[in-house]
């Protein structure tokens, strides 16, 4: 089993910046793609970015340009720098693990932090 915990989030302005992060813990080998989806109110729940174990990325384009996602496997843990917020990035924002290279089918969730971006 692995466990994912978030932090980062909170309330920010239009045009402001937000790090997220997610530390990761117990059956960390078994990790290869990790990244972030995130749930706006009223919206399905859609991937943001990913990353492999080797540094490969991948942005969604509504959030490419402006979000940078990093690893240190060192430290077991993924962030998520996002600048140039729009109040249209608010939403729950969760953290994903896969033991595949890719994070069409996440094996692990985190619990989710709030992301909220004021007009």
């Known amino acids: 089993q692995v466990q994912l915990v978030e932090s980062g989030g909170g309330l920010v302005q239009a045009g402001g910046s937000l790090r997220l992060s997610c530390a990761a813990s117990?059956?960390?080998?078994?990790?290869?793609?990790m990244g972030w989806y995130r749930r706006a109110p009223g919206e399905q729940r859609e991937w943001v970015a990913r990353?492999?174990?080797?540094?490969?990325?991948n942005y969604a384009p509504s959030v490419k340009g402006r979000f940078t996602i990093s690893r240190d496997n060192a430290k077991n843990t993924v962030y998520l720098q996002m600048n140039s917020l729009k109040p249209e990035d608010t939403a729950v924002y969760y953290c994903?693990?896969?033991?595949?290279?890719?994070?069409?089918?996440?094996?692990?969730w985190g619990q989710g932090t709030q992301v909220t971006v004021s007009s």
């Open positions: 990353i492999t174990r080797d540094g490969t990325t």
């Open positions: 994903a693990a896969s033991g595949r290279t890719t994070l069409d089918l996440v094996d692990y």
């Open positions: 117990g059956s960390i080998f078994s990790i290869n793609a």
